[in-house]
């Protein structure tokens, strides 16, 4: 299979269920977003972070190759047939989980933070922020049509990984900077 196939040459990509749309449409920015903070949990994941963090950030990196599938087939049909897939309350849970068990080691927050500390700690913060965006992008989309625990998923992955940020940081013993 070649890795070029032109069919996306003249501005249109095709969804999974076979429906042509522009490369500007909505529902490609969504998921577009959605793969560029895939991208960027590569990158903090290049940055050798504990393993219990990589491991992790690898789970969720396979979510958000879910999430992607599920914003690209409007028809649902991909996610009745293949597990990998699709993202279920399950997953929110294990966010959640995730969330507590970090946050329990960290000081209360006060005060807004600044993005930045560790290397690790910076990119987390920056991921964060993409992940946000695309939130925006998908909650753009409207509610019909969309499974809600894509919306549920998005949200609750950014405040997971504000506390890896700041998880991370706190590790390396870098100070946050308050505003």
């Not at 946000?132 to 405040?159: F, H, K, P």
């Amino acid at each position: 299979m070649k890795i070029y196939t032109k069919t996306g040459d003249t501005g249109e990509t095709g969804l999974f269920d076979g429906t042509r749309v522009s490369k500007a449409d909505p529902r490609v920015d969504a998921y577009g977003a959605v793969d560029e903070l895939n991208a960027w949990l590569g990158v903090v994941r290049a940055a050798a972070p504990a393993l219990d963090i990589d491991d992790l950030l690898g789970q969720i990196q396979r979510d958000l190759f879910a999430l992607g599938a599920m914003l690209a087939d409007p028809a649902h049909r991909i996610a009745e047939r293949v597990d990998k897939a699709r993202l279920t309350s399950d997953d929110v849970t294990r966010l959640e989980q995730a969330i507590d068990t970090y946050e329990a080691s960290l000081p209360p927050l006060r005060r807004f933070i600044l993005a930045g500390g560790s290397n690790a700690g910076a990119m987390l913060h920056l991921a964060r922020t993409v992940c946000r965006r695309a939130e925006r992008r998908i909650v753009s989309l409207g509610a019909s049509g969309l499974d809600q625990t894509v919306i549920v998923y998005i949200n609750r992955l950014s405040d997971l990984l504000f506390v890896l940020a700041r998880h991370v940081n706190h590790q390396a013993g870098a100070p946050e900077a308050e505003w």
